[in-house]
């Protein structure tokens, strides 16, 4: 990485990324030594500019974030940092320091979905002790389709009966069984996605 710190007056601006959901979570601010740490003990590291002190994000709150990826501009003198945050980013309590909460509370349930299947993936490659899951994967595809029809049935009686509170329970069911018959199957997720995103072009 060949960064011109001179051309900034010794600090770039790093722009934060959320990595599941494309999100811009804040906007902070780097030199030589800042990136350094980062990139070593990959957590994000500004240098403060009203501490005038390297700062690393979440030393008070706990709300860390953790490095995925850190890529610079065509100029040299930009950074986009692509993390997983660990909580609120914003020291309002906001998942972005831009607002947007409707957008960021959408986003932290697709990343919990995201999270969701990559368990349930790493449970069919090592499986643990008393998982649920695991107990599906076992039984096979037979018997997780089954679950998933039986999940689906329940949905709509609630649905139906106008029983909003008891849907929620069991949509969940249904959308947990259906990401264990997807991993059961060879299928992640996106594979879907792609299929909807398909038809939304034609």
């Known amino acids: 990485m060949k960064l011109d710190f001179e ?4 600090l770039v601006p790093a722009v934060i990324q959320d990595d599941l959901t494309g999100q811009v979570l804040m906007l902070g601010y780097m030199n030589q030594e800042a990136l350094d740490k980062t990139q070593q003990e990959g957590v994000v590291t500004f240098f403060s500019r009203t501490k005038n002190r390297l700062w690393t994000k979440g030393e008070t709150s706990g709300n860390f974030l953790d490095v995925v990826s ?5 100029d040299n003198d930009t950074l986009l940092i692509k993390v997983k945050p660990n909580g609120p980013t914003c020291h309002t309590g906001s998942t972005s320091c831009f607002g947007e909460e409707k957008v960021a509370k959408r986003a932290a349930a697709i990343r919990f979905i ?7 993936q790493e449970r069919k490659v090592n499986p ?4 649920y899951t695991n107990f599906l994967f ?9 679950k998933v029809g039986e999940e689906a049935v329940e949905t709509v009686i609630d649905a139906v009966a106008g029983e909003l509170d008891t849907m929620k329970g069991e949509a969940a069911d249904l959308l947990y069984h259906l ?3 997807l991993a059961a199957t060879g299928l992640e997720l996106k594979d879907v996605v792609g299929v909807l ?6």
């Open 179 to 181: 990401l264990v018959l």
């Open 70 to 74: 850190i890529a610079e501009d065509c």
């Open 114 to 120: 995201a999270q969701l299947e990559e368990v349930i």
């Open 138 to 146: 076992k039984k096979g595809v037979n018997k997780i389709a089954q």
């Open 197 to 202: 995103e398909e038809r939304h072009k034609k």
């Open 7 to 10: 051309k900034t007056g010794g």
């Open 128 to 131: 643990a002790e008393g998982s």
